[in-house]
């Protein structure tokens, strides 16, 4: 919200929990949040596909905003896998970013599947060359971010920082 967003929360584990649409007040947000509760498996793809519908509705009316969906996790994708991969490269196409953060190794090389860029260092790039086609491209840096119940927080708020830092550079 500090930065100009308007925010929503999704709770999910194998299906939906509870959901606030997008707001610049984030009242309702944070009181889902509060009131959340860890059980249930993992099964991230009602939660993306509730995120994107709301962030095509909100992309329609204003046309080049910047749409992103930030995942906080701690378990993996669910089953199947593919169908969250591949939803994750339809909303990259469709101009939303998915960044992820997740709770130990595991989560986080299970949701770096699903996200699009780094997010503390959105603007840094990685040079790389294709020397059997003289091509060079710019590629994002790793999108594996890991957190640990010791640094959740600070990790939570560069996060938050990095949506910002992006959305200010375009």
Do not use: C
Not at 10 to 31: F, Y
Not at 40 to 48: E, F, V, Y
């Amino acid at each position: 919200v500090g930065g100009g967003y308007e925010v929503g929360v999704i709770l999910w584990h194998h299906k939906v929990e509870g959901s606030v649409e997008l707001s610049k007040d984030p009242t309702r947000a944070i009181q889902l949040l509060k009131s959340a509760e860890a059980g249930g498996g993992t099964r991230i793809t009602p939660a993306i596909e509730l995120a994107r519908d709301g962030l095509l509705e909100w992309l329609g009316h204003y046309s080049g905003g910047d749409a992103v969906i930030a995942v906080f996790g701690d378990g993996d994708l669910g089953v199947p896998r593919s169908t969250a991969t591949s939803l994750a490269r339809q909303l990259h196409a469709e101009g939303i970013r998915v960044l992820t953060l997740g709770l130990g190794e595991e989560s986080a090389g299970e949701l770096s599947a699903i996200s699009t860029a780094p997010f503390e260092d959105d603007a840094e790039e990685v040079r790389t060359n294709n020397s059997t086609q003289g091509v060079s491209h710019t590629a994002p840096k790793s999108t594996k971010n890991v957190t640990s119940s010791e640094s959740l927080e600070n990790d939570l708020a560069s996060m938050a920082r990095g949506i910002v830092f992006r959305s200010k550079r375009h």
